[in-house]
């Protein structure tokens, strides 16, 4: 596992952790006590100040925008039981198909 991985997983297992901890004391806590939609708006916002960092601000901005959108993702992952290990093993099996395809298969399976 590099340190990329070995920072996602860390921060996973303690988002875990945090389920249980006091909204009152845990940010994260105060997240999974609002439930799974106010988390999932909450990673749209956060994608939005990323684009707007990417566009419009500076390289850090965008850097620390992008940790924000991570950190929220992980939440919203934990909140819907969705494990890390399972979205880089969907990751893993479009390693290789072009992005067409995938797109092309999306269509044919609506």
């Known amino acids: 596992m590099t340190v990329d991985e070995k920072i996602l997983a860390t921060l996973f297992a303690v988002l875990q952790e945090r389920k249980n901890a006091d909204p009152e004391t845990s940010y994260t806590a105060r997240l999974f006590a609002k439930g799974p939609k106010k988390i999932a708006q909450k990673v749209g916002e956060e ?9 419009a601000e500076s390289k850090g901005a965008l850097i620390s925008e992008s940790a924000d959108l991570l950190y929220h993702l992980l939440v919203l992952w934990a909140a819907k039981d969705v494990a890390p ?5 969907e990751l893993d099996r479009r390693f290789g198909i072009s992005g067409v395809a995938v797109k092309e298969a999306r269509k044919k399976a609506k």
């Open 85 to 89: 290990a399972e979205v880089w093993q």
């Open 47 to 55: 994608a939005v100040e990323t684009v707007i960092a990417a566009v």
